[in-house]
């Protein structure tokens, strides 16, 4: 069955870095559409990165633009999301998606706490 199993999260001061990964089985991998969605305390779910199926394109909202990169390995089955110059509007419970075809996926999510 589909497997996504997000790593990484942790707490971390403003300014500071953290590196996402998300370990994907179960699919084709490299077939699917893959993303970042977050959810911070109180507010519904956001979607902060979302990468073609070869990693050639990426989309990213406003709030994250120019901070966070995705990217991802399918030899590897890995999905990254590099987060830079974190705020601390960026705590929240980040999860790994999938989306192929007609369906979608989510992991349990990885913790992410930024604050000083």
């Known amino acids: 069955q589909v497997q996504l199993v997000e790593s990484g999260g942790g707490w971390v001061q403003p300014g500071g870095s953290l590196k996402l990964s998300c370990a994907a089985s179960?699919?084709?991998?490299?077939?699917?559409?893959m993303g970042w969605v977050r959810q911070a305390p109180g507010k519904e779910l956001e979607s902060v990165s979302i990468i073609s199926e070869d990693g050639s394109s990426t989309v990213y909202p406003t709030s994250v633009k120019g901070r966070f990169s995705g990217s991802r390995d399918n030899a590897k089955n890995m999905l990254y999301l590099q987060m830079n110059n974190l705020k601390t509007e960026d705590t929240a419970v980040y999860y790994c998606?999938?989306?192929?075809?007609?369906?979608?996926?989510r992991g349990q999510g990885t913790h992410v706490t930024v604050s000083s």
């Open positions: 998606q999938s989306r192929l075809g007609p369906r979608s996926d």
């Open positions: 179960g699919f084709n991998f490299s077939s699917a559409i």
